[in-house]
Nanobody
């Protein structure tokens, strides 16, 4: 079984920072990409940031220059450093990974259970 475990969410004041972590574990052969998505109340899930195995990153316009996505490939872990947080960033943040399990010649998208980020004074 492949599992994504997220951590780092919490309550922070506007202008503050948080660092989210997501570790993938299980019968993993390869990880093609990892990313973060978020879902605010009453809204659809949206892309926040992604990073490929080659290091290519993509960010939502709303978080550019504030958020940074990175990986520790040896640990199968993706991070999201969130700076200058705004109330609009309040959402449940979900980790995503595109993974080829051991033996299976196919890519699958896996999701973490989500971690709450609340930005409020």
């Amino acid at each position: 079984q492949v599992q994504l475990v997220e951590s780092g969410g919490g309550l922070v004041q506007p202008g503050g920072s948080l660092r989210l972590s997501c570790a993938a574990s299980g019968s993993i052969f390869s990880i093609n990409a990892m990313g973060w998505y978020r879902q605010a109340p009453g809204k659809q899930r949206e892309l926040v940031a992604t990073i490929t195995s080659g290091g290519t990153t993509d960010y939502a316009d709303s978080v550019k220059r504030r958020f940074t996505i990175s990986t520790d490939n040896a640990k199968n872990t993706v991070y999201l450093q969130m700076n200058s947080l705004k109330p609009e960033d309040t959402a449940v943040y979900y980790c995503n990974a595109r993974i080829k399990p051991v033996i299976v010649e196919k890519w699958y998208d896996y999701w973490g259970q989500g971690t709450q980020v609340t930005v409020s004074s």
